[in-house]
């Protein structure tokens, strides 16, 4: 397992190849995880939800439905160009392209009242992961929420989705920003979080 942040040639060359790598249209395991996810955000209509790595647009195109704007950003142009068309006629998405943390669209994001970051903080080394975390936190309104999904199986990434996971949450912590919801099933665990200020949360897991 090599521990540098893979480059966007790995996923261009992986879209490519296939248009869905990771079944995100047809899978049970990503139509309940998407579920999943999307219940854990605010009940009231959120005006501004980024989502990093946004992938072919299948949730980007869920959460446009609950959301006044999208960002949608991915480092992949086939990606990007699939999740165009998924979300053609929607009128409330604007796509990025950019390698993250290095190309993290600071000024586009920057107020948001929602930020996704589901599947892709394994595929970071853990210097990247803990800049993305500064990035994110600085986007987010004070008021906003921070959803974090990670695949808990075997990977060949640079991190498992639990160190990756860990280590993201660590630097969250340094910004003021604690865990206020978390779950683990058998395949995946996920995480929301919120600015605290000072004061500290220390919830525990509980299985689905």
Same mark, same amino acid.
């Given at each position: 397992?090599?521990?540098?942040?893979?480059?966007?040639?790995?996923?261009?060359?992986?879209?490519?190849?296939?248009?869905?790598?990771?079944?995100?249209?047809?899978?049970?395991?990503?139509?309940?995880?998407?579920?999943?996810?999307?219940?854990?955000?605010?009940?009231?209509?959120?005006?501004?939800?980024?989502?990093?790595?946004?992938?072919? #647009?299948?949730?980007?195109?869920?959460?446009?439905?609950?959301? $006044?704007?999208?960002? +949608?950003?991915? @480092?992949?142009?086939?990606? =990007?160009?699939?999740?165009?068309?998924?979300?053609?006629?929607? #009128?409330?998405?604007?796509?990025?392209?950019?390698?993250?943390? $290095?190309?993290?669209? +600071?000024?586009? @994001?920057?107020?948001?009242? =929602?930020?996704?970051?589901?599947?892709?903080l394994y595929f970071l080394g853990k210097d990247d992961i803990r800049r993305l975390a500064a990035c994110a936190t600085d986007s987010l309104a004070k008021d906003?929420?921070?959803? =974090?999904?990670?695949?808990?199986?075997?990977?060949?990434?640079?991190?498992?989705?639990?160190?990756?996971?860990?280590?993201?949450?660590?630097?969250?912590?340094?910004?003021?920003?604690?865990?206020?919801?978390?779950?683990?099933?058998?395949?995946?665990?996920?995480?929301?979080?919120?600015?605290?200020?000072a004061s500290m949360m220390q919830p525990g897991y509980s299985a689905d």
């Amino acid at each position: 397992m090599t521990k540098e942040t893979w480059q966007p040639d790995i996923f261009e060359a992986l879209f490519r190849t296939n248009p869905d790598p990771w079944n995100f249209e047809t899978t049970p395991y990503e139509r309940r995880k998407l579920d999943h996810l999307l219940s854990c955000i605010p009940e009231d209509r959120i005006c501004f939800a980024v989502e990093l790595g946004c992938a072919i #647009g299948v949730g980007t195109r869920r959460l446009s439905e609950r959301c $006044d704007r999208v960002l +949608a950003v991915d @480092a992949s142009a086939t990606a =990007l160009d699939l999740a165009r068309k998924r979300c053609a006629g929607t #009128g409330n998405v604007n796509f990025i392209r950019a390698f993250l943390p $290095d190309g993290y669209p +600071a000024s586009q @994001a920057a107020g948001c009242d =929602l930020m996704i970051v589901s599947e892709l903080l394994y595929f970071l080394g853990k210097d990247d992961i803990r800049r993305l975390a500064a990035c994110a936190t600085d986007s987010l309104a004070k008021d906003g929420v921070l959803l =974090l999904v990670n695949w808990t199986g075997q990977t060949d990434t640079p991190c498992t989705g639990d160190e990756a996971a860990d280590c993201f949450i660590q630097s969250c912590h340094e910004h003021s920003w604690e865990v206020d919801h978390r779950e683990r099933s058998g395949t995946y665990r996920l995480e929301r979080l919120r600015y605290t200020g000072a004061s500290m949360m220390q919830p525990g897991y509980s299985a689905d």
